[in-house]
């Protein structure tokens, strides 16, 4: 069998099954819920009902009261057809009293009168004693607001003159989780149902018939679309990265039916490319491995394949005790070689400097290296838990952390600390308080300026693989996705990262080197 085949056999199964049920569904889900129906049960002409010239074949009741010439007897039916009761409260209008409004346009009220059946005659009171029905206009006729157990009604009749019988009639008001609606009815006292019995019949042998032509067995699996592979796959590598990958492989898991396993588990930049080039190309566990890196790989790893994947920022972080806002390349260079020791000698506070910094593995650190410092790397750690000094003599206390989440919490609780992080980490609301980024040389870490603002610490996000990839393999796919597709081009600039797949994104990271 053909997917055109099963495709349609399927989707008239569906439509079958759902076209018989909706009907009873939508009935018995609307009769749940809160409902007043309204409906006219009668309107006609007690008078003349012409024009005063005129001829009118009928003999009205009050042709002798020139005032009555026009009249008209209108019966209105207020019910609730649904399952729950409606009480006072339920009634949604400004007035503390009122609950329901009728209009009978063009006419005007001369009287009005409430029935009630046996079973509801308590619910005179509320008609007979305040607040009663009230004339609000000639015209506008305010009903009370009337506790209505499923089931139970009320008529108001209403006489009326000027106008013709049959004009319009209206009810209005909200019901709180529920609706007031208009009801249609052949016989005066007849309950309306949602769909008619003739409507439920064609509905149902409409059902059947879409059903019957559904009996081909759905045999064969529904293919994978085009664009997916199936199989497994572990990324691996920078850890900045790795909110992108988690939503990158959910999305191409939903993409693809389920059926590619993804997993990710990053280490840091270095640590993941340096695992990748090591392993000969060997699958993990049965998985094909690419490793995302914050920067291009060592000049040694000829054996590894690149695609470039996004632009990502990058930014340093202070504790709120330094009060500075800008630093100049020149300075965070002096900080990082230990030149400046105290914040007073960059007019800031009088603190000592901490360098809260990663591990060498990380891609972060590597971008910080190569595009801010020139080059140069960091001292020596000396601390331990970045409090206490652990190397005697060294120019500034520096310590060394895993993840850019510890450096960030580390930063906000450290006076005169200083570190760095992945942008998108250091600007959401869920960061640690205590800490605000600074500008490199007047610029700010903007994404919508980065073509032309020269901002200096952002690196290429870049994807490895052990080889290329075939075409038709699950990690050739999944990088097209990240690159090319337009999901995966969402989910890395949600992510706060400029896709090197948008014409801005291409220019930037073939400029990059």
Partial sequence: MGWLE??????????????????FIADRQARRSRRIGFRKQMDIAIGHNGHADGVDPRLGLFNDLPAMRDATLVLLRIENDGSR???????????????????????????????????????????????????????TLRIPRVPLKPGAHYKILVLLTGGQEGAPVAVTGDIKGGKLHENHSLTPD??????????RWTTVVLGLALIAAATLPLAV?????????????RLTGSTAFEPVLDELAQKYRDH?????DITVATHGS?????????????????????????????ASYTQLSESRIAVSLFTLVVHDDVRLTNLSVTDVRRIYRGEIRNWSQLAGPDLPVVLVSRTSGSGTRSALTTRVLGGADEPPASSDDCVNRTVRGAPVLRCELDSTEQVLETVARTPGAIGYSELRAASTPERPRGLHRLDLDGHAPDLDRLESS????????????????????????????????????????????????????????GAID
């Avoid at 099963?6 to 009907?23: D, E, K, Q």
């Avoid at 007849?190 to 409507?199: G, L, M, R, T």
């Fill in 454 to 509: 020269g901002y200096p610490y952002r690196e290429i996000e870049y994807a490895y693989a052990y080889g290329r990839p075939p075409a038709d393999s699950l990690a050739s796919s999944f990088l097209a996705f990240a690159v090319d597709n337009g999901t995966g081009k969402g989910v890395v600039a949600t992510h706060g990262h400029l896709p090197c797949g948008t014409p801005v994104g291409l220019r930037i990271c």
């Fill in 85 to 139: 009761h409606v009480e006072e409260s339920d009634y949604i209008d400004p007035s503390a009293q009122y609950g329901l409004t009728a209009e009978f346009p063009g006419r005007s009220i001369q009287a009005q009168d409430v029935t009630l059946p046996d079973e509801h005659a308590n619910l005179m009171g509320y008609f007979e004693n305040q607040p009663g029905l009230l004339v609000a206009g000639p015209s």
């Fill in 190 to 199: 007849e309950k309306p149902p949602v769909f008619s019995k003739q409507a």
């Fill in 270 to 298: 270095r640590t993941g490319v340096r695992e990748l080039a090591l392993s000969g190309g060997r699958r993990r566990q049965g998985a094909s491995v690419i490793a995302f890196s914050d920067g291009p790989r060592p």
């Fill in 6 to 23: 099963i495709t349609f056999t399927a989707a008239g199964l569906v439509l079958g099954i759902v076209s018989i049920g909706t009907p």
């Fill in 256 to 260: 693809c039916d389920g059926k590619p």
């Fill in 221 to 233: 699996p529904a293919p994978l679309p085009e664009d997916c592979e199936s199989g497994r796959l």
